[in-house]
């Protein structure tokens, strides 16, 4: 009796560790390829050659796949314990299916170091295979109507963004008007992207990317001068962290994706926020925001004297309000202060963001901020304009510069611990204010 008490336990016990083994097993497997058999790197060795790909979905839509590498990209959050998603196989007659694991697999080597799958199926001496890689990162693929690469105008597209979130993987899709944007980025290998979102009419509509505001209006960002990929990013989460007046400076945001151009993978892309009247709260009646696009420096005598509307040598107004009648007066404040004359009166700086601006440009190495790659948000307050300087444009921080040479690539070009002065706040330090 005692011993076939002891064996029943025996094989009870034993039935638990293989369905705790079985259990182990499956959550180190994406839901809808768990119905599969696993086999290692080593017995597909035996499977021969394949000879097409494989079809993955995601309901009803199709997963991320990139033809040149036979590869589909799956987003996964990082913070939940099991995968997140269901994908299925489309099955084709005649084929067994099986899923080639290396025995390290699991979320987090496959979110860390790359470890994917393989999903191979064989149909006699057929056989058929696509790799899976997995990303911590939102997915974001754009078609073009036409099927060419975006150019210098603005034509119809599609946009998929695949996210992870809850366990479950999401795909939200829209129409869109894609083009190029930037001058010396569109000569790059790797370009910038401008990204309307429209609705079915093609009149604007609002969609959130990425964690980052409800916006019609969104930028691509290659990063391609930053070969780490990390300073540009670091650069406005820093000017975040410093910017000690709100809104009245808020610049733009940076998050990263993966992005696929016409079903190719094009890489990792940083999807940014722009600068505009939203960004700032700006009042429309009575704001003002100018670029600062270029180190072309008119005088205070020129921007009062301008007849233009939108530009005036460096300055560009990217908002207006309504009621404004003497556009250029705060830009031609700002001129007189750089210059040293204060004569120009119904405008000035504020104090504390000047500092902001400075210690930040000294922290980061803005190099390229020092007068144009910036924005002046102008706040009527009722006795004039108190004006915001906000940084913009920071591929050139951490000391990466451009370098004309014949290769036009980018190289570190300054020394940590180099001084970086912005313009007004440099006029602020030579005063002993």
């Known amino acids: 009796m005692t011993i076939c008490k002891a064996g029943r336990i025996a094989r009870i016990a034993s039935l638990f560790v293989l369905l705790l083994h079985t259990q182990a097993a499956c959550a180190q497997m994406i839901r809808g390829l768990d119905r599969y058999p696993v086999i290692s790197p080593q017995q597909a060795e035996q499977l021969g050659k394949p ?3 494989i079809t993955l979905m995601l309901g009803n839509h199709p997963l991320p796949y990139d033809a040149a590498s036979n590869t589909y990209f799956i987003p996964q959050e990082r913070a939940a314990d099991g995968f997140d998603g269901t994908v299925s196989i489309d099955e084709q007659d005649g084929f067994s299916y099986s899923i080639i694991r290396r025995d390290d697999f699991t979320k987090q080597t496959a ?3 790359s470890v994917g799958l393989t999903v191979v199926g064989i149909n006699g001496d057929l056989c058929v295979s696509s790799k899976i890689v997995f990303t911590p990162l939102p997915i974001i693929c754009v078609d073009t109507d036409t099927g060419n690469m975006p150019g210098d105008l603005a034509e119809g597209g599609s946009i998929q ?7 479950e993987i999401f795909c939200e899709e829209s129409p869109i008007e894609i083009n190029l944007r930037g001058n ?9 992207y401008r990204v309307k979102i429209v609705d079915e009419r093609g009149y604007k509509e609002n969609m959130s990317l990425c964690g980052l505001r409800s916006d019609d209006d969104w930028i691509l960002n290659p990063m391609y ?3 780490s990929k990390v300073r540009e990013a670091l650069a406005y989460r820093l000017w975040d962290q410093i910017n000690s007046v709100g809104d009245f400076a808020k610049s733009s945001r940076i998050e990263y994706a993966e992005v ?11 999807v940014q926020e722009r600068i505009d009247r939203k960004q700032v709260d700006a009042n429309k009646h009575t704001s003002i925001l100018y670029k600062v696009f ?3 420096r008119p005088t205070d005598e020129q921007l009062l004297a301008c007849m233009e509307t939108e530009r005036c040598g460096g300055f560009e107004i990217k908002h207006r309000g309504e009621y404004v009648t003497d556009v250029w007066r705060p830009a031609a404040a700002y001129m007189s202060f750089l210059d040293g004359d204060d004569d120009v009166t119904g405008a000035g ?6 500092i902001d601006y400075g210690l930040w440009a000294m922290l980061v190495q803005a190099h390229d901020c020092h007068f144009k790659n910036q924005f002046l948000n102008c706040v009527y307050t009722g006795n004039g304009y108190i004006m915001y300087k906000i940084p913009w444009d920071l591929n050139n921080t951490f000391g990466d510069v451009w370098l004309l040479d014949s290769k036009g690539e980018n190289y570190t070009g300054y020394r940590l611990g180099s001084l970086v002065m912005d313009g007004a706040f440099g006029k602020l330090v030579k005063s002993e204010d």
């Open 51 to 53: 000879q097409g790909s």
């Open 111 to 113: 979110l860390d170091y």
């Open 161 to 167: 963004v695949y996210t992870a979130q809850a366990g």
């Open 184 to 192: 010396t980025s569109k000569w790059l290998p790797k370009q910038s």
């Open 225 to 227: 001068s930053d070969t």
């Open 260 to 270: 696929f151009l016409r079903g190719q993978y094009w890489g990792l892309y940083g």
């Open 294 to 296: 270029a180190n072309d």
């Open 349 to 354: 700086l504020s104090l504390r963001n000047v």
